[in-house]
């Protein structure tokens, strides 16, 4: 991906400097494009993006891995959350369905 600049005019004004001709994406610092791939979705990152470069393939890991860590946050407040109601169950099959809910997100994490 290339992004060009517009070419100012030549001028009698010495104090202008020469802006660069284009500026590639990978001169963007690393914190720049990973703002920019959360707008990508998991499947465009580990099956595409992740392939470009070495450096796209860096900043698509350090990406979905934090999609990782923050689901990993979710479900272990969810967790919590069943086991806190696993102990106050009224009925019998209130419990076992909490229990089944349990042990479906034990099976994800």
């Known amino acids: ?32 494009l990973l703002l920019i791939l959360q707008y990508c979705s998991y499947r465009e990152q580990s099956q595409t993006l992740r392939l470009v470069c070495a450096h796209f393939s860096q900043v698509c890991t350090t990406s979905l891995n934090s999609m990782f860590w923050c689901l990993r946050a979710k479900l272990d407040s ?12 009224p009925t019998d099959e209130y419990q076992m369905l909490l229990c089944r809910s349990h042990n479906a997100l034990d099976v994800i994490l």
Not at 78 to 89: C, W
């Open 1 to 32: 991906m290339l992004f060009k600049k517009r070419r100012v005019a030549p001028s009698d004004d010495s104090s202008l400097q020469r802006l660069p001709s284009c500026v590639h994406i990978l001169d963007l610092p690393p914190d720049t």
């Open 78 to 89: 969810t967790i919590k959350r069943v086991d806190e109601a696993l102990m106050m169950s």
